[in-house]
């Protein structure tokens, strides 16, 4: 699930995706940066991780990825 938020600091929209394990773990505290300015956005507990990008790095990643979807493979 991604969830978007605004640095106080810069005002850069950030866009938070967590990935979770596939079995339940003990969870652990982990600091969320703002990646343009690196200022502390808050503490999250998870079993998993966080990718946090710019919103717009990650549209242009999920355009990517809806292109390499339509690409036609080559015959063989």
């Not at 079993?47 to 292109?67: A, P």
């Amino acid at each position: 699930m991604e969830e978007l938020i605004k640095c106080e600091n810069c005002q850069t929209t950030v866009v938070i995706v967590e990935d979770n394990l596939f079995y339940s773990d003990e969870k652990s505290e982990v600091q969320l940066s703002c990646p343009v300015c690196n200022d502390k956005l808050e503490t999250r507990s998870t079993d998993g991780w966080f990718f946090v990008q710019t919103e717009i790095e990650f549209k242009k990643e999920k355009e990517i990825e809806s292109k390499k979807e339509r690409l036609p493979y080559p015959m063989m």
